[in-house]
């Protein structure tokens, strides 16, 4: 029997606040809240990946945690309504790459602890 990984279904990523969070990651970027069992942990959707929010326990240090990258249409005008919505524009989006056959675009926010979120489009 082989082992074998498929789709990423939950992340974890570890914030200073969980509350604050939650608004960002609800409220500016419109994920869908799911449940807060605690006040130091709640979940949301997004597609298919669950996002967990979590204070530090006892591994994870706030602010330095893997970037999130959200699949999206129309990059900029995204990008430009989350920041309208209250989320920091850490870099406005641009060509990261042409590949054969589109071209990867890129933009980045960051929330409330300084997290990396980034936003990728696939333009054909």
């Known amino acids: ?61 706030v602010g330095a945690n893997s970037i999130l990258y959200f699949s999206v249409q129309d990059i900029a005008a995204t990008q430009a309504t989350l920041v309208a919505r209250g989320a920091t524009e850490e870099r406005p989006p641009q060509m990261a790459a042409r590949m054969p056959d589109h071209e990867l675009w890129t933009g980045f926010l960051r929330d409330p602890d300084g997290n990396l979120v980034g936003l990728l489009e696939e333009k054909r």
């Open 1 to 61: 029997m082989t082992a074998t990984l498929s789709t990423i279904r939950q992340i974890a990523i570890t914030v200073s606040n969980v509350d604050a969070a939650l608004a960002f990651y609800r409220d500016a970027l419109g994920l869908v809240f799911l449940f807060q069992p605690a006040p130091t942990l709640a979940f949301l959707q997004a597609g298919d990946v669950r996002l967990m929010l979590t204070t530090p326990q006892g591994a994870g240090a």
